[in-house]
């Protein structure tokens, strides 16, 4: 898509703008940034009630076996991520990640195993590649379907658990990672028990015809407020949750962005199915090896925020570079600034004292451990 191509809506388009939200170009489509009550709002009502997100403009592919046999789909994928999808339980969802040949990373997503299907959730900015990657390598063994009839929305928070037990009581049982189908409001949809915030809370796939009325019905609950792309994105820095895009691309592997954990036993070396998906063997030297440069958590001192893209010194006069920034802003639950950069091996400590060059001046922050909240997922 060209910068001139007209800009898409999600299914919700219409209500947003019927909320009062400001709307920008995001991924191709025209995105709510914030309603009327602010990003700082918006931000903290999340961590303290529910806050609903439309993300429908991500992407979601159904790769369903031509043999029927969910081991083939699995067993499938696993030629094309780094991740035990083969173990992946029913009723279960992964954070995966798409590399290509060159150990570098093409998309990340999620997957569940949904009995006789995979589902999977991708980037809006990645989707239709993505689906042209995954029909190449795995359409002579799975149907593949992006699906372009169904809205996402994400209930994010601590009370997001209760106003869904409004709707359907057995919402409780459901453990961090979990996916069933169930009714809101009369409608089938599929839940996930995950979201991108930090927050315990959850991810809603609804028909696009029943979109707006579903999600009109949940915003009706005292405890939720509608909340836009600028709070989206501090509340995901402040969890240490990459934003492809923005922190890791396809000039960062997973070891340099601190994802080893999203790989797990079996596909490493040694493991029972190790290796098979593309950039292998750069992927897998790293482990053993490590990286020369790695994510990072970075807290600015003082109150100044220092955002993407500014460049990380090891000294105070800009002599020594050692990497850059690749998101931040002000952390609203943290009450301070929140960065994550790139820096080389040497300066990855927590502790250690970088400089951030802003506006010719070069400010003193210091390697953090991620997050910088403390996640209340519910295992």
Known sequence: MNEHSPLKQTPLHALHVSLGARMVPFAGYDMPVQYPAGVMKEHLHTRAAAGLFDVSHMGQVILRPESGRIEDAALALEKLVPVDILGLAEGRQRYALLTGEDGTILDDLMVANRGDHLFLVVNASCKEADFSHLQKHLGDTCELTLLDDRALIALQGPRAECVLAELWADIATMRFMDVVEADLHDVPCIISRSGYTGEDGFEISIPAASAEDVTRRILEHPDVMPIGLGARDSLRLEAGLCLYGNDIDTTTTPVEAGLEWAMQKARRTGGARAGGFPGAGVILRQFADGATRRRVGLKPEGKAPVRGGAPLFADADGKTPIGAVTSGGFGPSADHPVAMGYVDSAHTANGT????????????????????VTPTYKR
């Not at 506006?359 to 922050?365: E, H, Q």
């Open 353 to 372: 004292q970088v400089f951030a060059e802003v506006r010719g001046k070069y400010l003193p922050i210091t390697v953090a451990a991620l997050p910088f």
